[in-house]
């Protein structure tokens, strides 16, 4: 994806995260010092939080707000999110994936470095990217998407799809998990769970097309179980290992004909 000129991402988060740390005011004092060069223009933000927990009483449903610091560079491109027990990097500017790993490890560096030494370990990364599908005028949507992969309809008489979704989950070993949704005009282009306080402000809305148009969205995870040691030369080889399934089913899905229209 990184190599297309005109390559159909609009955003891209990776997240490190690490046990919670116990005196979160420090620690984002020291972030905020720490990110200034990068990213001068921090804020907090309130995240509505829904945790379902399961015992003997049966399913528990409680509502709590996350605290989330959001640092942001001066263009408002790229930030950098932090919470108790992690670091995000997300970014509606991207340009390949050696440019965002560079920036997603200095921001962990920071974190790793700050002087109350509260993040040693590390949990899981995971890593998401969002493309949105636009054919061109002469073009339909089926001319970019393998059919097999295009969300389906049923044949009945007199009706056409308008929205649909096609849905995969799977696993490989170490716990990873990789998902791909594919969503024919979904209401918005960012998903519900994605278009959270942190998007609105940073003025990172995209306008939904008035046209056909898809949503392409692959995550992929890997926790750490037990935590290890956080070892920035490790975590640069974990997150290569994370992107490098997400492109290789972007290819898989997309049709040559693409290929050729985002080069």
Do not use: C
């Not at 995000?88 to 490890?105: K, N, P």
Request: aromatic share 8%; glycine share 6%; no cysteine.
């Amino acid at each position: 994806m990184a190599q297309m000129k005109n390559a159909p991402i609009r955003y891209v988060i990776a997240v490190v995260r690490f046990p919670e740390v116990t005196d979160f005011d420090t620690f984002v004092t020291e972030m905020s010092r720490g990110l200034a060069d990068a990213y001068p223009s921090g804020k907090p933000a309130d995240i509505p939080q829904v945790n379902v927990h399961v015992d003997d009483n049966g399913v528990q449903i409680q509502s709590e707000v996350l605290r989330v610091w959001q640092f942001r560079s001066e263009d408002f491109g790229w930030a950098v999110a932090v919470n108790k027990n992690m670091v995000a990097l997300h970014t509606t500017s991207y340009v390949g994936h050696e440019d965002f790993l560079e920036r997603l490890l200095d921001a962990t560096s920071v974190a790793l470095k700050t002087e109350s030494g509260q993040v040693r370990m590390v949990e899981g990364a995971a890593l998401r990217y969002l493309d949105l599908v636009v054919p061109d005028e002469s073009d339909r949507l089926e001319d970019y998407l393998h059919e097999r992969f295009m969300p389906a309809g049923v044949e009945v008489g007199g009706f056409e799809l308008r929205e649909g979704i096609t849905q995969l989950q799977m696993a490989a070993g170490e716990g990873r998990t990789l998902r791909v949704t594919i969503a024919r005009n979904p209401p918005s282009v960012f998903p519900p769970d994605l278009n959270s306080q942190l998007i609105q402000d940073n003025r990172w809305q995209i306008e939904r097309p008035a046209a056909d148009f898809l949503i392409i969205d692959t995550d992929h995870a890997l926790p750490f179980v037990p935590p290890r040691r956080l070892d920035l030369d490790r975590l640069r080889a974990d997150v290569f290992g994370l992107w490098k399934p997400i492109r290789d089913a972007f290819d898989t899905i997309v049709t040559e004909h693409a290929m050729e229209v985002w080069k």
